[in-house]
T-cell receptor
Framework: EAGVTQSPTHLIKTRGQQATLRCSPI?????VYWYQQALGLGLQFLLW???????NRGNFPPRFSGRQFPNYSSELNVNALELEDSALYLC???????????????FGPGTRLTVL | KQEVTQIPAALSVPEGENLVLNCSFT??????LQWFRQDPGKGLTSLLL?????REQTSGRLNASLDKSSGRSTLYIAASQPGDSATYLC????????????FGTGTRLTIIP
C-alpha cells in the first residue's frame, strides 16, 4: 500500500512569490492535515481538511490557504512568501474520523520550502 | 491551549542500554497520544499510539505508558541500537472532532556504537 506522497521534495522561491505544495493521501483516507516544521519552532498544526472542507485551522495568517480535491488530494498555497516561511511542510492523512481512539495520522516525507 | 514538553532535549547513550524518554502535557482531556520518530530532514514515522483508556502499549523493543491524570507519557526503549538514533516526538490529540495533533519539542537521541 502506497504511503502519503508529497511534491515537490524541494522548492525554492523568492520573497513575495507564491508557493504551491501538493499531497496525496493513503488510498481510502479522507482527511488531510498540514503541519509546518520551522527551524527552532517545532511542528505546528496548519490546516485540516476532510471531505473537501476545511475543518480546523492553526494560528497562521490567511496567506496560508489550501484546498482538498474530490480525490482527497490536497494543495497548500502560501502567498506573499516571507523569509520565515522557510520550513519543512509535512502532510498527513487518516481514515475517516469515526470516533475511534485508534485513529492514527500517517505522515509524508515533506516538502522543504526555502524562501530567499 | 495544549502545551507539550519533552525531557531531555537531547540524549546520547552507548549501544545496548535501556532508556526512557519523557513527555508531559498540560491538558489531560486528550483522546489519544502518539509517539513518532523523525530522521533528519524526513517525515514522521508513527511508533505507538496509546488510547486515552489505556495505560501501556508495546511494540517490539518499545513500550509507551500513559498517565492521563498527571499529564505524562514515557517511551521506554530496550536494548538500544544505532538505528534508533533519531528525534522522538510525542503528540497528544485533542477530543474527537478536533483532529489536531500538538507536538512536543522532541528528544534528539544518539546511540553510540
Amino acid at each position: 500500500e502506497a504511503g502519503v506522497t508529497q511534491s515537490p521534495t524541494h522548492l525554492i522561491k523568492t520573497r513575495g512569490q507564491q508557493a504551491t505544495l501538493r499531497c496525496s493521501p493513503i488510498s481510502g483516507h479522507t482527511s488531510v492535515y498540514w503541519y509546518q516544521q520551522a527551524l527552532g519552532l517545532g511542528l505546528q498544526f496548519l490546516l485540516w481538511y476532510d471531505e473537501g472542507e476545511e475543518r480546523n485551522r492553526g494560528n497562521f495568517p490567511p496567506r496560508f490557504s489550501g484546498r482538498q480535491f474530490p480525490n482527497y488530494s490536497s494543495e497548500l498555497n502560501v502567498n506573499a512568501l516571507e523569509l520565515e516561511d522557510s520550513a519543512l511542510y509535512l502532510c498527513a492523512s487518516s481514515s475517516p474520523p469515526l470516533g475511534q481512539s485508534t485513529d492514527t495520522q500517517y505522515f509524508g516525507p515533506g516538502t522543504r520550502l526555502t524562501v530567499l | 491551549k495544549q502545551e507539550v514538553t519533552q525531557i531531555p532535549a537531547a540524549l546520547s547513550v552507548p549501544e545496548g542500554e535501556n532508556l526512557v524518554l519523557n513527555c508531559s502535557f498540560t491538558d489531560s482531556a486528550i483522546y489519544n497520544l502518539q509517539w513518532f520518530r523523525q530522521d533528519p530532514g524526513k517525515g514522521l514515522t508513527s511508533l505507538l499510539l496509546i488510547q486515552s483508556s489505556q495505560r501501556e502499549q508495546t511494540s517490539g523493543r518499545l513500550n509507551a505508558s500513559l498517565d492521563k491524570s498527571s499529564g505524562r507519557s514515557t517511551l521506554y526503549i530496550a536494548a538500544s541500537q544505532p538505528g534508533d538514533s533519531a528525534t522522538y516526538l510525542c503528540a497528544p490529540r485533542a477530543y474527537f472532532g478536533n483532529e489536531k495533533l500538538t507536538f512536543g519539542t522532541g528528544t534528539r537521541l544518539t546511540i553510540i556504537p
